[in-house]
C-alpha cells in the first residue's frame, strides 16, 4: 500500500523557517515526479514546488528563493526548506507523488499525503 506520509508544519512567525518532509512507502519512488502544494482557506490547491527524478526542480514565483526542495532516493523522502516565512504562506501542504512502482514494471498513479498545517504570523 502506497502512502506519503508528511511531518515538519507548524506555527512560526514571519520570517522564520520550517522544513517539512514527506516519507513514502510501499514503492519505488526514484523513478517519480515528487512535488508539494499547499492549500489556504477559500483558495484552490497550488504547486509550490517540483522536483524531478533527475533532481530538476522548479517553483512557484513566489516562493522561489526561499523554499528549496530536495529529495533523498535511498529514504524515499522528499523535503521542502522554508525560509523567510511570510502570512500569504500559511496553508495546508501536501506532499504529491505522480507515479510510484509497485511491482516489477507495474506503476500507479497521482499519490497524496494527508498533508501538514503551516502557519505563519505576522
Known amino acids: 500500500q502506497v502512502q506519503l506520509v508528511e511531518s515538519g508544519g507548524g506555527l512560526v512567525q514571519a520570517g522564520g523557517s520550517l522544513r517539512l518532509t514527506c516519507q513514502a512507502s510501499?514503492?519505488?519512488?526514484?523513478?517519480?515526479?515528487l512535488g508539494w502544494y499547499r492549500q489556504a482557506p477559500g483558495k484552490q490547491r497550488q504547486l509550490v514546488a517540483g522536483i524531478t527524478s533527475g533532481g530538476e526542480a522548479n517553483y512557484l514565483e513566489s516562493v522561489r528563493g526561499r523554499f528549496t526542495i530536495s529529495r533523498d532516493n535511498a529514504k524515499n523522502t522528499v523535503y521542502l526548506q522554508m525560509n523567510s516565512l511570510q502570512p500569504e504562506d500559511t496553508a495546508v501542504y501536501f506532499c504529491?507523488?505522480?507515479?510510484?512502482?509497485?511491482?516489477?514494471?507495474?506503476?500507479?498513479?497521482?499519490?497524496w499525503g494527508q498533508g501538514t498545517q503551516v502557519t505563519v504570523s505576522s
Open positions: 504529491h507523488a505522480d507515479r510510484v512502482l509497485v511491482y516489477s514494471d507495474l506503476y500507479e498513479y497521482n499519490f
Open positions: 510501499g514503492g519505488i519512488f526514484s523513478p517519480s515526479v
